[in-house]
C-alpha cells in the first residue's frame, strides 16, 4: 500500500469510530425498555434502603433490568422525571404530587401504590383517648402537610372539632374551640415527642417516635388507610402522564407490590409502621384530581 492510501486510511479511522459509537448509542436507545441496554430508571430517596436491592433482584426474575436512582431531597425526582432523566419515581405522597404539578403546570401521574405510614398520636401520660382531660394541650406538627393531617386524626378520635369540617389545608385556627376537648399547639416536627413531658399527648411523626421512647404501637390514636381522609397520603409510584399504561411500568408496580421479601424490608425499614395498600390507579388519580382542585380554590 502507498503511502498516500496508508495516510487516506488513518485519516478515515476517527470516522469509522465515531459512526461506530453513534451506532452503539443508538441501539441503545432503540433497546426494548427493562433490557439490559435500556433498563427502566426509578428515582428514589434512599437508594441504599435494603428494599431496592431485592426489588432490582425481583424485577430481573422477571425478565426486567432496573436502575435504581438516588436523590438527595425531595425537591429532585419530579422534575427530573419531567425531563425524561428517569422513568418513574416512587418517594412522595398523593398531596406533595399534587403540590408539585399545581406549582410547576406538570401532568405527573400516579401508576400505583405502596404503602401508607399512619401518623399517629401518642401520650407519656395517658393510657387511651378517652383517658385525655377536657381542657389539656395537644400538640401536632407546624409543616403545612403534617399539621393538617394530624388534625384530621385528632377530629377522627373526638379530640378536637375542625370549622369546615377538615381538609388536607386544616391549621390550628381552623379548630373550633368551642366543640373541642382539647387545645391544640403547632410545633416543630421534632419537638413533639421531647415535649411530651408538657403535654396531654402529641402528633408525632414515625421518624421521632423513637425520640420519645416510644414504638409505633404505643399510639393511642392514627389515621386508618381505609378512612377517605388518608387516601391523599398513600406513597404511590408515579410516572409521566403518557406513560401511564406502560406495561413494562406497571408490571413493576405487580413486582412491588406482590413480593413478600421486598415488603418485608419495607416494613422493618418503617418499624413495623408500613400498611400496603393496593389502591386502583384510577382511585389515586381521583384522589390527585380532587386535592388539585381544592388547591386551586384555596388559592
Known sequence: MSKKKILAALAALPLVAALAACSGQAASDDAEKGSAD??????????????????????ADEGISVDIIDFSDYAQPNPALSEGDIDINQFQHIIYLAQYNEASNDDLTPIGATAIYPLGLYSTKYDSVADIPKGSEVAVPNDESNQARGLLVLQSAGLITLKDGGSVFSTVSDVDEAKS?????ALEASLTPTSLPDLAAA???????????????????????????????????????????????????????????????????????AVFVKTPAADLQSSLDDVVADIKAKG
Open 38 to 59: 435500556n433498563p427502566v430508571k426509578i428515582g428514589v430517596i434512599g437508594a441504599s434502603d435494603p428494599e431496592w436491592d431485592i426489588y432490582k433482584k425481583a424485577a
Open 181 to 185: 376537648k382539647v387545645k391544640v399547639t
Open 203 to 273: 402528633i408525632i411523626n414515625n421518624d421521632f417516635i423513637e425520640d420519645a421512647g416510644l414504638k409505633a404501637s404505643d399510639a393511642l390514636a392514627q389515621d386508618d388507610p381505609n378512612d377517605p381522609n388518608a387516601v391523599p397520603y398513600i406513597n404511590i409510584f408515579v410516572t409521566r402522564a403518557a406513560d401511564k399504561d406502560n406495561e413494562v411500568y406497571n408490571k413493576l408496580v405487580d413486582i412491588y407490590q406482590s413480593n413478600q421479601d421486598v415488603l418485608d424490608a419495607v416494613q422493618e425499614k418503617s418499624g413495623g409502621t
